[in-house]
């Protein structure tokens, strides 16, 4: 830069104080710019860059962490909870670990999964479950919490997506819209600083039912003109606290955190155990963390790196909701006869349930190991141009192992044999997208041009399997025999197979083939060590892929008028030929009207937002249903521990005609603040109309296909009004 003789540099960037450096003569300066905490609570990270909170023009919210919900933060979700308007945050149980309902106004669809899109350090997450469930048929696990593997500690802000016009730029997966997170990074101190972190926390059964105790169970026997003394088994038993427990859970965590001018970095190791309150439920889960940014060139080239490993363990109790009539660990406890002794060796006879007998012969463990790595290089050619790559892989390897001891009473086919299934589930998405962006400053406007490409590969694959008639009635042995058992027909089977199977009505191994040409009931002569009297194992392997192009205009006049104008055109391998592409366009106008002469100086912040857009959606169809195919039906082991020969059966009919689910939203919004933002808030009407809805249905008759999917004439509807408003009762440095 040529410069005069008293000139002043001026260095900005969102989030950081402005400096004013005099040159005198100097050809090299060097800055390291100052984190503005209050600048800092207006930035909002929007898909593929940042803007502030004035001058978004779609409905967008950003949480930092210093407005973060406190106390015992078990997920990442739970930071957010409450605290914008329009998203509803639920668990699915209390277990720990469980799975999550996030809905961003309204459900969309009526197939596909309505949780948003999750996008961590700039790597879109798959959305589908990251561990199998385990399913003997006495208390199958649920689905777990997809963000499990992220450290809640570890998050700098959450940025919520609401509207057409801020989720757009993500096409066919923003159609629930879309939360943002960034985690930590390396800000604190030029030397380095150390923080370490621990919680404890306590949990209780927050409420109870009142069941009978031993006298009123037996006066109600009697007058209801029953024999009490047939059914008094001498004991006075709580079942409920019998089953139940006060929790005692822990969270720990340490940082290592450093800016050295031209770069910073974070470190972080974290470790929480969470107890639930029912017997044989917790999560255990480890973490690590680096996030590294590294600028080279005089500042032009930006190397970022963000790297996480995380490692869950899970055990969950008996309880399901599909158990069948004896019910499940806590239906037993509610039923259990209050006279029964508080014994896991009592036996009531007939279908009864002693609830101590099922935790102390029933294990659920599942143990996850999650990758997430994220690597971008941007380049600086002018002050007007640059251009990024970014590369991400996010791997997760999860096995359930779920076993029924031989020892546990009135299950009829496990009682005295056993039971158990071994579930694998391995996910890999790989994501690279490379964007081009041009800023352009003029006398009384501002332009941006964002243009970018985007590919992603999913892969899922795994197996499901489960063995009967155990030789053990220890669960750690019956896990371990199993495991030993599927590994050994994976070896021993070679070539392409769907499935292979033993069973006390089969003579040596048995194998179904898709590949290279179908086999059905294939006999080898090979014999392996049996340590179950039958088992099977279940494979499937299947990859779904995402094209994208995509880009995005921002156009400012006088910082009153701001225009944003989006387009992404998205390109999958769940649709045949004729629809594989998707279009999905938005618009939005700000008015920024605190910037006029005609508005008082007590309104701080003015704006009003109008907006609309197309989103799609293609979740709900799933892998290769456009196309006809067919697999060999599921296995199962009777209670005599024989397996039935199967067959080919339909998984998807023929539909080329398939095409994406799209959802149209229009919003209006007003945003405003009053003294400073002392009071401020936002209100929004909104409406979302989803067509052209993926569903699965029967075919007309008398069609043989047992199902097929289409895209339904009808529509879903969502439409209201938010408002959220906020005071800030104490503004000061000296308050926290």
Request: overall charge negative; cysteine-free.
């Amino acid at each position: 830069l040529a410069a005069e003789d008293g000139a002043v540099l001026i260095v900005s960037y969102i989030g950081y104080k402005t400096q004013e450096v005099a040159i005198n003569g100097r050809s090299s300066i060097n800055f390291t710019l100052e984190e503005d905490a209050e600048a800092l609570e207006e930035v909002v990270i929007i898909g593929y860059g940042t803007t502030t909170v004035k001058d978004a023009t779609g409905s967008v919210t950003a949480v930092t962490a210093e407005d973060f919900n406190g106390g015992n933060i078990a997920s990442p979700e739970q930071l957010i909870q409450g605290k914008t308007a329009g998203v509803n945050i639920q668990q699915t149980s209390g277990e720990p670990g469980a799975g999550i309902q996030i809905n961003i106004r309204g459900s969309n669809s009526v197939r596909a999964n309505n949780n948003p899109l999750f996008v961590v350090d700039g790597v879109p997450l798959s959305g589908g479950d990251a561990s199998p469930s385990g399913d003997t048929g006495f208390g199958a696990s649920a689905v777990k919490n997809p963000l499990n593997f992220i450290n809640p500690n570890d998050i700098e802000s959450m940025s919520i997506l609401k509207d057409a016009s801020a989720t757009a730029i993500y096409g066919s997966r923003g159609a629930n819209g879309v939360v943002i997170i960034t985690t930590k990074s390396g800000k604190s101190g030029s030397k380095g600083v150390f923080d370490l972190s621990s919680s404890l926390s306590i949990a209780t059964a927050a409420n109870t039912f009142d069941l009978l105790d031993r006298d009123q169970f037996l006066s109600g026997i009697a007058q209801n003109g029953g024999n009490a003394s047939a059914v008094d088994f001498g004991g006075n038993t709580d079942w409920q606290q019998a089953v139940l427990r006060t929790s005692v859970s822990q969270n720990q965590n340490l940082s290592y955190s450093q800016n050295y001018g031209s770069g910073n970095v974070r470190a972080t190791f974290g470790y929480g155990k969470q107890f639930g309150i029912v017997e044989n439920s917790d999560l255990e889960r480890i973490t690590g963390r680096i996030n590294w940014s590294q600028r080279f060139l005089d500042d032009k080239l930006i190397l970022g790196v963000q790297a996480s490993i995380a490692r869950l363990n899970d055990q969950a109790p008996p309880i399901s909701g599909s158990v069948g009539a004896s019910g499940d660990v806590l239906g037993g406890a509610y039923a259990a006869n209050p006279t029964w002794p508080t014994s896991a060796n009592f036996n009531a006879g007939g279908l009864n349930v002693n609830p101590l007998n099922v935790l102390a012969n029933t294990q659920n463990l599942t143990f996850t190991n999650r990758y997430l790595l994220n690597g971008s290089l941007e380049y600086k050619f002018t002050s007007e141009i640059s251009a990024k790559l970014n590369a991400g892989w996010d791997t997760s390897n999860a096995e359930n192992t779920s076993v029924i001891s031989r020892e546990v009473f009135n299950l009829n086919g496990i009682t005295d044999n056993g039971f158990g299934v071994f579930n694998s589930l391995d996910r890999d998405n790989k994501t690279f997208e490379a964007t081009v962006n041009y800023s352009k400053e003029f006398e009384n406007s501002n332009l941006d041009v964002l243009v970018g490409y985007g590919f992603q590969d999913f892969q899922t694959s795994g197996f499901g399997s489960a063995g009967r008639g155990f030789s053990t009635g220890g669960l750690n042995a019956m896990g371990e025999d199993l495991r030993g058992v599927v590994g050994a027909l994976q070896n021993t089977v070679t070539g392409s197979y769907q499935q292979a199977y033993y069973a006390a009505n089969t003579t040596g191994l048995v194998v179904n083939r898709l590949f290279p040409n179908v086999v059905a009931g294939e006999n080898l002569a090979e014999g392996i060590n049996q340590t179950t009297t039958s088992a099977f194992i279940n494979l499937f392997d299947n990859t779904d892929e995402l094209q994208s192009f995509f880009t995005r205009i921002n156009y400012s006049i006088n910082n009153k008028y701001l225009f944003t104008g989006t387009m992404r055109a998205d390109g999958s391998s769940r649709f045949g030929p004729e629809n594989q592409y998707g279009y999905f366009p938005s618009g939005a106008f700000a008015w920024k009207m605190s910037e006029e002469d005609f508005v008082g100086e007590k309104v701080s912040t003015l704006k009003l937002r109008l907006s609309t857009g197309i989103t799609g959606n293609q979740d709900g169809l799933g892998y290769g249903n456009f196309v006809a195919r067919q697999r060999f039906a599921g296995l199962s082991i009777q209670q005599n521990n024989e397996i039935t020969p199967n067959g080919l059966t339909i998984v998807a009919t023929d539909r080329p005609d398939l095409k994406w689910e799209s959802s149209f939203n229009i919003n209006a919004g007003l945003d405003f603040g009053f003294n400073n933002d002392r009071f401020s808030g936002s209100l929004d009407v909104y409406r979302t109309k989803t067509t052209d809805v993926l569903l699965r249905t029967p075919p007309a008759f008398p069609a043989v296909d047992p199902f097929q999917f289409g895209n339904v004439d009808a529509s879903i509807i969502n439409q209201g009004i938010e408002l959220g408003l906020a005071y800030d009762f104490v503004q000061t440095d000296d308050a926290t």
